[in-house]
């Protein structure tokens, strides 16, 4: 409506009549002006959750709501103006003007979160320094540097007895929201073979196929030597009995053939 004066109240509605505002000269109304109302909403922009709408008058300010959306190995930085863009304003800002009228819509802008992926040798020796990753993109594990005697690496597992999940030098995207994410070597025992000497006797004997960390039994024996009785198995012709026939045995070679 009109004012008398700039900064006083409303005196006269639009179109009213009106008599002796001035007994003679000029007499100057001021347009009052009310700010109009408008509603900022909120958009999760990828992530999930939901925010009741902030009311605001045009000229005054307010304040937006502390943000109530998550977004999984993300975190929230702000609130920008259009879905591509950077954030303009923080948490909880105080605002005024976002618009003339009706409805701004502020979109949530989320940074994505560092997180390491450290390795575990699981049995076996040496380091491995860790990589840093970034949720929402690649990065590749480094090339296993581990050795353990008698195995060979088969990849990487999520625990220590769990089965293989990523090859060496494999290409991983978001193993873990934050934090440090351990793999696990893993390692398949080598195979080996047993050979038989007959040591002065005669005869021949099959070889046994072994694996390495796991029991496997010498063959029986099947040698003979004239005016002599089998009395076991020896790591050398000159050694003593170390294995009796038939006997259950491990890891006696890492590789090759014993």
């Known amino acids: 409506g009109w004012a008398t004066s700039a900064s006083g109240s409303v005196t006269y509605s639009n179109s009213q009549s009106v008599s002796n505002l001035a007994t003679s000269g000029t007499k100057t109304l001021y347009a009052k002006w009310t700010g109009n109302s408008y509603t900022i909403a909120y958009n999760a922009n990828g992530g999930t959750g939901s925010m009741s709408n902030t009311s605001c008058n045009y000229g005054s300010n307010c304040t937006l709501r502390a943000n109530a959306f998550t977004r999984v190995g993300y975190t929230f930085d702000g609130w920008a103006t259009s879905a591509s863009g950077s954030s303009v304003y923080t948490n909880s800002q105080s605002v005024s003007n976002l618009a003339t009228s009706g409805t701004k819509t502020l979109y949530a802008k989320w ?14 020796s040496g380091s491995m320094l860790a990589t840093s990753c970034t949720y929402g993109s690649s990065c590749t594990l480094r090339a296993n540097s ?14 220590a007895s769990g089965s293989v999940a990523y090859n060496n030098s494999a290409s991983v995207s978001n193993l873990a929201t934050s934090g440090t994410k351990t793999l696990y070597a893993k390692w398949n025992g080598n195979g080996y073979t ?3 000497n007959a040591n002065g006797g005669s ?5 046994t196929s072994c694996t390495y960390g796991s029991n496997c039994t010498l063959r029986a024996n099947s040698f003979t030597r ?3 009785t089998f009395a076991g198995w020896a790591t050398s012709a000159s050694g003593s009995v170390a294995y009796n026939n038939s006997a259950s045995v491990s890891n006696l070679a890492t590789s090759g053939t014993k």
């Not at 940074?111 to 076996?124: K, P, R, V």
């Not at 005869?203 to 070889?207: A, D, K, L, P, V």
């Open 203 to 207: 005869g021949s004997m099959s070889n």
């Open 146 to 159: 581990f050795t353990r005697s008698g195995y060979t690496f088969a990849g990487w597992a999520t625990s």
């Open 194 to 196: 047993i050979a038989y």
């Open 111 to 124: 940074t994505a979160n560092s997180y390491s992926i450290a390795y575990n040798a699981n049995g076996g």
């Open 226 to 228: 004239s005016g002599y």
